[in-house]
């Protein structure tokens, strides 16, 4: 399994942007994906997961802001950030696992990773 992010970019606070993941597996749709983001000089944290059946949880500071999902026939993942705030600066990820009943939402919980890519919002 290969995942490839995209779509990061610089905005101002209160815009908008839209990453995308193209995730190459044979049965993408068995899989369930998370956004996780980095930020410099702190752990990774999860963001948002969707599971096979679309499905999803949020972290809390996203909640409202943040939509994932998923498009099973073209296997992309995304996840559109509205109201973008300087605290959403960070390295996205995304990531897969091999769909299971629960939520995940532990990094070491997932099995394939993304290269990530940059967003930054100013102020």
């Not at 995209?6 to 815009?15: D, I, K, T």
């Not at 752990?43 to 948002?48: K, N, Q, T």
């Not at 990531?95 to 990530?116: H, I, L």
Request: charged share 20%.
């Amino acid at each position: 399994v290969q995942l490839q992010a995209s779509g990061g970019g610089l905005v101002q606070a209160g815009g908008s942007l839209r990453l995308s993941c193209v995730v190459s597996a044979r049965t993408f749709s068995r899989y369930d994906m998370g956004w996780f983001r980095q930020a410099p000089g702190k752990e990774r944290e999860f963001v948002a997961t969707i599971n096979w059946s679309d499905s999803t949880y949020y972290a809390d500071s996203v909640k409202g802001r943040f939509t994932i999902s998923r498009d099973n026939a073209k296997a992309p993942v995304y996840l559109q950030m509205n109201n973008l705030k300087p605290e959403d600066t960070a390295v996205y990820y995304c990531a897969a696992v091999f769909t299971s009943a629960r939520w995940k939402t532990n990094s070491y919980e997932y099995d394939y990773w993304g290269q990530g890519t940059q967003v930054t919002v100013s102020s």
